[in-house]
């Protein structure tokens, strides 16, 4: 049924009926408004809430898009999004890149198709024309986890350095000191990159700690087979620093397959808490992120744009939280 139904059913005009929903009933008089409301019982019409917002140029809808909803990461901060939204009155839009950085442009075009409020980007921020992009569609936008080169937006995060530096030291307390940074490739991706840079500066003033990068590629598994092997040969208490689930997952496989075992031939820490870290050997690990704070945070930080709060970009970092299992104690603790 549509409010022309409706009209021709009352016998009044659409203009009539759309006063009527839009609770303007005070320019009808009782009895029309009375004949509306029975036309409308008798059809079992129910208005479109998304044509009714957008006519009071409103739609209630935040986009989301994240580069990938395999990664448990950006499903908890879908999370967190989410509830903020429903507890704000807003609905989630998601759009998933799939780990293609070429689309991020395409991603925030047509999310403003759909008439969305303001924008959440959690994408590996490689695509140029994405900032040019948001630009031109003049609605608030907040990056999540990654840096976006020449959007200027707010940008709520882990403190990278910090989990990395709380990693470290964690494993160098245990006897750990040969260790080996693994990521997913770095170039590009900002979060990544200043992970790996807190390594190396890491090493810089812990000169007794052997330690090397690896960056790893799901297309390779056999590359971080070997480049384990390799590490296992440098340092008499070898230990893995995996900078995100992704890794962490590759690197158990990598375990598996050598019939290594953790804490005792291989010490490990891993950026991100999963339901299924302390199911892995002896448990895993981990460097938990506020990932439900995260979301929470962006959602709060967009809703206070959308508000007319003017100030300069804003940069939030929150800390982790060191999880202890014993895939990082030395054996026999």
């Known amino acids: 049924m549509t409010i022309a139904d409706v009209a021709e059913k009352a016998g009044v005009s659409k ?80 759009f998933n890149l799939g780990d293609d950085g070429q689309r991020e442009r395409d991603a925030i075009e047509t999310l403003a198709s759909y008439q969305v409020e303001g924008l959440i980007l959690n994408t590996l921020g490689r695509d140029e024309g994405a900032a040019a992009a948001a630009a031109r569609q003049g609605r608030p936008v907040v990056l999540v986890d990654r840096r976006h080169a020449n959007m200027q937006a707010d940008f709520v995060s882990l403190d990278n350095a910090g989990a ?28 990544r990159q200043e992970r790996e840079a807190a390594f190396r500066l890491f090493l810089v003033e812990h000169p007794q700690v052997q330690g090397v990068s690896f960056e790893s590629s799901a297309e390779h598994p056999q590359a971080l087979d070997a480049e384990l092997q390799r590490l296992r040969a440098r340092g008499r208490r070898p230990a893995v620093l995996a900078s995100n689930a992704v890794i962490t997952l590759r690197v158990a496989d990598a375990v598996a397959r ?30 938990a992120q506020p990932t439900d704070a995260l979301g929470r945070l962006a959602t709060s930080c967009l809703l206070e744009r959308l508000q007319g709060q003017a100030m300069p970009p804003r940069q939030i970092l929150l800390p982790g939280t060191l999880v202890v299992r014993r895939s990082s104690l030395p054996e026999g603790s």
Not at 43 to 50: G, I, K, T, V
């Open 15 to 94: 203009a009539t009926v759309s006063r009527f929903l839009n609770r303007r009933d005070e320019l009808l008089t009782p009895e029309i408004a009375q004949r509306v409301q029975a036309a409308i019982a008798a059809l079992d019409y129910s208005p479109s809430p998304m044509a009714q917002a957008l006519k009071r140029g409103r739609s209630r809808l935040i986009g989301l898009v994240v580069a990938d909803v395999t990664n448990p990461f950006s499903v908890a901060v879908l999370r967190g999004a989410e509830k903020a939204c429903q507890e704000a009155g807003y609905l989630l839009m998601l």
């Open 164 to 191: 990395v530096r709380q990693a470290g030291e964690h494993l160098l307390q245990g006897g750990w000191d040969t260790l080996l940074f693994a990521s997913e490739p770095i170039a590009g991706v900002s979060s």
């Open 258 to 287: 050598l019939r290594w075992r953790f804490g005792a031939d291989l010490g490990f820490v891993g950026i991100d808490e999963t339901d299924w870290a302390p199911l892995v050997g002896p448990g895993l690990t981990t460097i």
